[in-house]
């Protein structure tokens, strides 16, 4: 039997999931359940970890799921390194749809490093009002340095935050250059720190900060796990058709 599970949690995920919902297909939507009210999903949906690797492999073999895509945020390492276990175990195909990371264009001063902890060292330094743009599961790493003023935009209202001296804006995007031009001005920002997500729905606060003339602390991508790789919906339909 055909079961597809999609591990979601992005805009690429949903647009798939609404074309496998369009076409028919067999599938699970999962969400990590990261925020309070997930966009509801035209698939069934489950919500929270698998429990690891041995978790996903035991959901896979449980509920019957004979193909994987793995949908979900660039940066999320962990569980794309889970799915790539838990199909080898389970000889079941798995496929990721990615996105291609940004690049700089002319205009951009941006800063790369490798990760997290590379980008809260280059923080160190004086007072700066920075616009914080990582989500909201790594901002403890940043209480290191606290001097910063920080702009934070957050998809949920936070009930306690690590940073002493921070705004937040509670908005799920995307965005647009316009609105994120104008929140910069009227918060003064001086840098922006950005994972390399790529993809159109939060790249408009590069090109705010071009626009602004801004340096950006760009977060460079972490490794993944050797997989198939599609970039485009209708290339994982096709996969799906064939794997
Ligand atoms: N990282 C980002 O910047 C970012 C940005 C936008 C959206 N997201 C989305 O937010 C979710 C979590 O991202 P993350 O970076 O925290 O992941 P992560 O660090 O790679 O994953 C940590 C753990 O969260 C669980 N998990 C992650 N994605 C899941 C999913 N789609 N379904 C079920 N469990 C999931 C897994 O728990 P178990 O080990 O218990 O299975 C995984 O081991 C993902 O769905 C991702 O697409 C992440």
């Known amino acids: 039997m055909f079961h597809l599970l999609i591990l979601g949690g992005t805009t690429e995920a949903n647009i798939l999931a609404k074309a496998v919902s369009d076409q028919g297909v067999a599938a699970t939507y999962s969400y990590a359940g990261r925020v309070d009210n997930p966009r509801p999903q035209p698939l069934p949906t489950r919500v929270g970890g698998f429990g690891g690797a041995q978790g996903l492999a035991r ?26 276990t838990a199909c080898a175990e389970t000889g079941t195909p ?27 060292a280059a923080l160190s330094g004086p007072p700066k009002r920075v616009f914080l743009a990582v989500g909201r599961m790594h901002l403890e790493d940043f209480s290191a340095q606290p001097q910063h003023h920080y702009l934070l935009r957050l998809v949920d209202a936070p009930t306690a935050l690590p940073l002493p001296d921070c705004d937040v804006v509670v908005s799920r995007g995307p965005f647009t250059v316009e609105g994120d031009t104008a929140l910069m001005e009227r918060h ?50 096709n996969w799906l058709a064939h794997a």
């Open 59 to 84: 959901y896979i073999r449980d509920h019957g799921i004979s193909h994987v895509v793995d949908a979900t945020h660039p940066f999320a390492a962990q569980m794309s390194r889970n799915a790539a």
């Open 94 to 120: 798995l496929a990721a749809l990615t996105r291609p990371a940004w690049g700089a264009q002319e205009g951009d001063r941006w800063h790369h490093v490798p990760d997290i902890p590379a980008a809260v």
């Open 188 to 237: 003064g920002t001086e840098l922006v720190v950005s994972k390399n997500a790529g993809g159109t729905g939060a790249r408009a606060k590069l090109d705010a900060a071009r626009a602004l003339g801004l340096a950006v602390l760009m977060i460079d991508r972490p490794a993944m796990p050797e997989r198939v790789e599609l970039a485009t919906v209708p290339q994982v339909l």
